[in-house]
């Protein structure tokens, strides 16, 4: 079974620019989440799309967005790039089936480093 | 609010040590869950265990075991005849319901670097 693909794996980009970043989940996954890890701040939560509906959304500016589409692979955009927006983004998948809110498992793809300059 | 704090920023043993990593969490809630993740040199967190909040057993998987206390808030996480593969960074992480259900609120991480 594949697992959370991300795509690109690495990018550079200048201060200014915009970037997007895909995931493609589990098969038969229709949650999908983004967070970002930095060394400063650590892993933060960016937003979550179950069936293309984003459902919660973290404290990041309006400058992140995202977006998902009916074979549940999600997108995420970052427009007018700034230094600190240099991190690793990660995506995660949960499965259908919320028996318990909460307590699904979240896995993981291996992210994607950008670098801005 | 939610959080979770590792104190130890890194740990560094010699193969074959046990080793125990901390995590505090906050919350208010009396129903939530907590998760321990690894994440290797490649990137992507690796699953270890869920725990919700109303079992307090401890539990043991291998040569992992964790061990949770909600008295002292704590969900602490030991390596027993620790392996250079064990290597990586690991995560605690906290989830309560309402919201995004599948919104985790992260430690800052232990890096935990096992010597041959």
């Known amino acids: 079974k594949a697992g959370v693909t991300q795509t690109p794996r690495y990018l550079i980009k200048t201060r200014g620019q915009q970037v997007t970043l895909s995931c493609s989940p589990i098969?038969?996954?229709?949650?999908v989440s983004w967070y970002q890890q930095t060394p400063g701040q650590g892993l933060q939560f960016l937003f979550e799309?179950?069936?293309?509906?984003?459902?919660n959304k973290g404290n990041f500016p309006g400058r992140f967005s995202g977006r998902q589409f009916s074979n549940s692979r999600s997108e995420m955009n970052v427009s007018t790039l700034e230094l600190g927006d240099s991190a690793l983004y990660l995506c995660?998948?949960?499965?259908?089936?919320?028996?318990?809110?909460?307590?699904?498992?979240?896995?993981f793809g291996a992210g994607s480093r950008l670098t801005v300059l | 609010a939610q959080k979770v704090t590792q104190a130890q920023t890194e740990i560094s043993v010699v193969e074959k040590e046990d080793v125990t990593l901390d995590c505090v969490y906050e919350t208010r809630d009396t129903t939530y869950y907590l998760f321990w993740y690894k994440q290797p040199p490649s990137g992507e967190l690796v699953f270890l265990i869920r725990?919700?909040?109303?079992?307090?057993q401890n539990e043991i998987s291998g040569r992992y075991s964790w061990n949770f206390q909600k008295s002292t808030s704590s969900f602490n996480f030991t390596i027993t005849a620790s392996q250079v593969v064990d290597s990586a960074v690991y995560f605690c992480?906290?989830?309560?319901?309402?919201?995004?259900?599948?919104?985790?609120?992260f430690g800052k991480g232990t890096l935990l670097t096992v010597n041959p």
């Open positions: 992480a906290l989830s309560v319901p309402g919201g995004s259900n599948y919104k985790l609120t």
């Open positions: 799309y179950f069936s293309e509906t984003q459902r």
């Open positions: 995660a998948s949960s499965p259908p089936g919320q028996t318990i809110s909460g307590a699904n498992v979240l896995t």
């Open positions: 098969s038969g996954h229709r949650s």
């Open positions: 725990r919700n909040s109303f079992d307090e």
